[in-house]
Nanobody
Framework: QVQLVESGGGLVQPGGSLALDCAAS????????MGWFRQAPGKDREFVAS????????YYANSLKGRFTISRDNARNTVSLQMNSLKPEDTAVYYC???????????????????WGQGTQVTVSS
């Protein structure tokens, strides 16, 4: 069966950095665009970034551009999210997901993703 497993979450101080990874199995990884979402307590799931099947195209939430970087390695079936200059408001559970759509504006919608990981907690606090 399809599995997406996130790792790399944890506690980090404001201004720090954290890298998340998502390992995929049970699917033809290169056939899916991949995305990262996050969800804070009491809030809706929020789009963070997406990357195309080849990794050549990326798409970001406007509010996160410049601080977060998404990338993928099709040889290792992984997608990563590098997060810099973290703020307390970045605290959330971060999820990776797979979509058959392209990495464009439609990839910002959670309902357009077919597979989801279980999430990893990121806490930004001093």
């Amino acid at each position: 069966q399809v599995q997406l497993v996130e790792s790399g979450g944890g506690l980090v101080q404001p201004g720090g950095s954290l890298a998340l990874d998502c390992a995929a199995s049970g699917l033809t990884f290169s056939a899916y665009a991949m995305g990262w979402f996050r969800q804070a307590p009491g809030k809706d799931r929020e789009f963070v970034a997406s990357v195309s099947r080849s990794g050549g195209t990326t798409y970001y939430a406007n509010s996160l551009k410049g601080r977060f970087t998404i990338s993928r390695d099709n040889a290792r079936n992984t997608v990563s999210l590098q997060m810099n200059s973290l703020k307390p408001e970045d605290t959330a559970v971060y999820y990776c997901a797979a979509t058959t759509l392209a990495a464009n504006s439609r990839s910002t919608l959670p309902q357009n993703y077919v597979y989801w990981g279980q999430g990893t907690q990121v806490t930004v606090s001093s």
